[in-house]
């Protein structure tokens, strides 16, 4: 079983967590899990949907708040000692949130996100991703997402976000729910 260090990088009680896998290797380091006003702007956005893939569970925090609007979560993650950590981390914020529902855990091992999504088993009615350069992915998620679909995506480097949001809402004629903030949300017409 692989380890994961979490660390503090401030005084502040902020947290901080590796990237997926892939950026364990190329760039290590550490980023700053999501606000939780971030999460609940989403959660209000108005989106009920039965089934909901998560790649990547940010702490868990992420998966705590989308059980509000998600009936079923399957969380792609890597690592069982993380996996552990992100459960810890969902079922602590019931009491806060509500009741977390539904969430089936998966570990995928060292493979890659492009690896983990062509081997999802059904299609989602909303995706969430939270990776770098998420244009490379969208391609491979498109097949993995009902007609009328979601994608909630948290592009982590904020150089890139307005080549999502372009090629979202130009080439892949996606409706905007939410283009201004750290999580972009839209909609497969």
Same mark, same amino acid.
């Given at each position: 079983?692989?380890? +994961?260090?979490?660390?503090?990088?401030?005084?502040?009680? =902020? =947290?901080?967590?590796?990237?997926?896998? +892939?950026?364990?290797?190329?760039?290590?380091?550490?980023?700053?899990?999501?606000?939780?006003?971030?999460?609940? =702007?989403? @959660?209000?956005?108005?989106?009920?949907? %039965?089934?909901? *893939?998560?790649?990547?569970?940010? +702490?868990?925090?992420?998966?705590?708040?989308?059980?509000?609007?998600?009936? %079923?979560?399957?969380?792609?993650?890597?690592?069982?000692?993380?996996?552990?950590? *992100?459960?810890?981390? *969902?079922?602590?914020?019931?009491?806060?949130?509500?009741?977390?529902?539904?969430?089936?855990?998966?570990?995928?091992?060292?493979?890659?996100?492009?690896?983990?999504?062509?081997?999802?088993?059904?299609?989602?009615?909303?995706?969430?991703?939270? @990776?770098?350069?998420?244009?490379?992915?969208?391609? %491979?998620?498109?097949?993995?997402?009902?007609?009328?679909?979601?994608?909630?995506?948290?592009?982590?480097?904020?150089?890139?976000?307005?080549?999502?949001?372009? +090629?979202?809402?130009?080439?892949?004629?996606?409706?905007?729910?939410?283009?201004?903030?750290?999580?972009?949300?839209?909609?497969?017409?």
């Amino acid at each position: 079983m692989k380890t +994961m260090n979490l660390k503090w990088n401030t005084v502040s009680p =902020t =947290t901080r967590r590796p990237y997926w896998n +892939m950026f364990k290797t190329k760039r290590p380091g550490y980023s700053k899990y999501r606000k939780d006003g971030e999460y609940n =702007t989403v @959660a209000n956005t108005g989106i009920f949907v %039965n089934n909901l *893939c998560e790649i990547g569970s940010d +702490m868990g925090r992420s998966t705590a708040w989308l059980s509000n609007i998600a009936q %079923n979560i399957d969380v792609y993650e890597q690592d069982t000692g993380y996996i552990d950590i *992100c459960k810890q981390q *969902c079922y602590r914020q019931q009491k806060k949130y509500g009741p977390i529902r539904n969430v089936n855990w998966q570990e995928v091992e060292d493979i890659s996100i492009k690896q983990v999504i062509d081997t999802l088993p059904k299609q989602y009615d909303a995706i969430k991703l939270s @990776a770098e350069d998420i244009t490379q992915y969208v391609p %491979n998620m498109l097949p993995k997402l009902k007609n009328s679909g979601y994608l909630i995506i948290d592009e982590v480097n904020p150089l890139l976000k307005h080549k999502v949001v372009k +090629m979202l809402q130009y080439e892949l004629n996606f409706t905007s729910l939410r283009w201004d903030s750290v999580i972009i949300v839209a909609k497969h017409k």
